[in-house]
């Protein structure tokens, strides 16, 4: 028997995409490259899309029932599972555990986030600036504990110092972008 896998965000976006309306492999594939808020993030071809769809439904996050199409006979329509639904709702409050997820993992919760009510939108934002926050601190002591002839160590540490700080500014602009809306 094979172990279950946690989905990857790129999973989570599609179950958040089939959250809302039941939809069919192909008719998801053309949004995901068509709609700019997707392909900005993420890029991935038709096989790919169909090979997590079937993960996604062996794991019991959606399920597929067979319709009648009019350019096809029949159609593969997938929705969203309860078990998919309590992962998605899991995930999306939950901030990303390592500094590299912010790049493609948080940019998915996001897209998501950002039609939740402010209170929480605000939550999980501030959730992931005091994990940033953790971060800078960790790296400081990394920074500070290189000798001084450790020039590459301590310029990489720079580096990712830097980073961190930019992505709380980062974050706490979102905030900003998010309050200003509901103004």
Not at 40 to 51: E, G, I, K, P, T
Not at 149 to 163: K, P
Request: contains cysteine; aromatic residues 12%.
């Amino acid at each position: 028997m094979s172990r279950k896998q946690d989905p990857l965000s790129v999973e989570f976006l599609l179950l958040g995409i089939i959250r809302k309306q039941p939809i069919h492999a192909y008719d998801l594939d053309k949004m995901l490259k068509e709609k700019e808020e997707f392909s900005v993030v993420w890029r991935f071809n038709q096989s790919q899309l169909y090979a997590i769809l079937d993960k996604l439904e062996k794991n019991n996050l959606i399920q597929s029932e067979i319709t009648q199409g009019s350019a096809f006979p029949f159609r593969k329509i997938y929705t969203l599972t309860q078990e998919g639904e309590d992962a998605f709702q899991a995930w999306k409050v939950r901030p990303v555990e390592k500094p590299r997820e912010l790049r493609s993992d948080f940019l998915v919760k996001l897209y998501f986030l950002k039609d939740e009510p402010y209170q929480i939108f605000e939550s999980v934002i501030k959730q992931q600036i005091m994990l940033c926050n953790q971060w800078i601190e960790l790296q400081n002591t990394h920074l500070k504990n290189q000798p001084d002839d450790a020039i590459y160590l301590r310029m990489v540490y720079q580096f990712r110092l830097e980073s961190l700080r930019s992505n709380v500014t980062w974050l706490n602009e979102c905030l900003s972008i998010r309050k200003n809306e509901e103004d």
